[in-house]
């Protein structure tokens, strides 16, 4: 009988032993309540834990140890389960231990009854989910990264797009204006030519004049346009040359506002010129920049007009640049546009008015300002039209430029 005794406590000792290896493995501490709900008892790894001496917690209940930096909603379903005497699992909550550290706990809880059902208190677990806690912050972290770098690759790539659209878009548009660009004097050249072999022998020397002078414009717009074309093709290449000298821009001004006199008598648009400063010397190559005015002076008037005013004028900037700025009094440019005119093939919505072009003059102002260390942009004006500037250094580093 003695030997069955020994067996049986060996045994319950067994299994009490396999019992709290299994519990300490599930959690890291135990503790109770009572029917009032006070805590009556912790293990010992509680404070080791957490932090707290347990005797600051005995014979008190939830509501009265409190518990601080918890979600309300999720203290008030906490506070509801207990006195409810509803079992609960994974109440998260975090605490701060004495040397300033956080730790995050998680707590659960099961109701005891006695043999005839009346509530006698909790039994509960806790167990720190520290590590838990902080990698899955890691992980919301890295994902709201990941989220944010999708985001910002979309926008990229849907801005990429859109760039690219534009770009095929503009070129198609330039494709179908030079085709007119090119059809136009063309069209011109040969039939006054045809004209003028007809009636070379019987015509009206008058009238025969008339047709060489059309079909003198129309190879000059003609030659304008493969220029253009060329010089766009050379500036790609990387073969634009400059002759870098000392040019006065004052006089470069007025040369090619004589140049395009009977251009403006024509339109009846006046024209006038402030200089603002004594010195407007400036390194540059002359011919390009003549170009660069020329173009910008044609676009003033092609879109002002008829009787309108433009103002060229000339200032400096402290000493080290030389502006000329042109001031129309057309159909403006759209705000969202002013940084766009500048691109290859690309011409203002407000200009796409039929008075031709192809989107290259002002692509190819930019390079050549560009190419002189200098900056050029457009604004509008507060009283309508728009305002286009260009800023060049005084002296240049290079004497020349391939």
């Not at 699992?89 to 975090?94: K, L, T």
């Not at 300033?100 to 005839?116: A, C, K, N, T, Y």
Request: glycine content about 8%.
């Amino acid at each position: 009988m003695a030997h069955q005794d020994k067996d049986l406590s060996d045994s319950l000792a067994r299994s009490e032993a396999r019992f709290r290896a299994f519990a300490e493995c599930a959690s890291d501490w135990f503790w109770e309540m009572d029917a009032h709900l006070r805590f009556i008892w912790f293990s010992d790894r509680f404070q080791e834990i957490t932090g707290v001496d347990p005797q600051q917690l005995l014979g008190k209940t939830r509501e009265e140890t409190g518990i601080p930096d918890v979600d309300p909603a999720e203290w008030s379903e906490h506070l509801r389960c207990l006195h409810a005497h509803e079992a609960f699992n994974s109440f998260v909550h975090p605490r701060r231990q004495a040397n300033g550290e956080q730790v995050w706990l998680s707590i659960s809880g099961r109701p005891h009854f006695d043999s005839e059902g009346r509530f006698v208190g909790y039994h509960g677990v806790g167990r720190d989910i520290t590590q838990q806690r902080l990698y899955e912050e890691g992980l919301k972290h890295q994902r709201r990264k990941l989220e944010m770098e999708v985001r910002r690759r979309t926008v990229d790539l849907e801005n990429a797009m859109q760039k690219a659209e534009k770009a095929n878009l503009a070129k198609s548009e330039f494709l179908a204006n030079i085709s007119h660009e090119l059809r136009t004097p063309m069209h011109g050249i040969t039939s006054f030519a045809k004209l003028g072999i007809k009636k070379s022998t019987s015509g009206d020397p008058q009238k025969m004049g008339g047709y060489f002078q059309r079909i003198e414009t129309s190879a000059d717009r003609l030659m304008a346009l493969l220029n253009d074309l060329l010089d766009l093709s050379k500036l790609e290449a990387g073969h634009f040359e400059m002759n870098l000298e000392c040019t006065c821009l004052h006089q470069l001004l007025h040369s090619v506002i004589d140049e395009l006199s009977a251009r403006l008598q024509e339109s009846r648009i006046t024209i006038s010129v402030s200089n603002l400063i004594p010195q407007t010397d400036t390194v540059i190559d002359k011919a390009k920049m003549a170009q660069v005015i020329r173009n910008l002076l044609v676009n003033a008037f092609k879109f002002s007009k008829e009787g309108s005013h433009i103002e060229c004028e000339i200032s400096g900037s402290h000493d080290s640049h030389i502006e000329l700025t042109i001031h129309d009094q057309g159909v403006g440019i759209p705000e969202d546009e002013l940084n766009q005119i500048f691109d290859k093939f690309v011409q203002s919505s407000k200009t796409k008015t039929g008075a031709g072009g192809t989107g290259l003059g002002l692509a190819i102002c930019k390079e050549i300002v560009e190419m002189h260390g200098g900056t050029i942009s457009a604004k509008n004006n507060e009283r309508g039209g728009a305002s286009f500037t260009v800023s060049v250094p005084k002296s240049h580093s290079n004497s020349q430029v391939a």
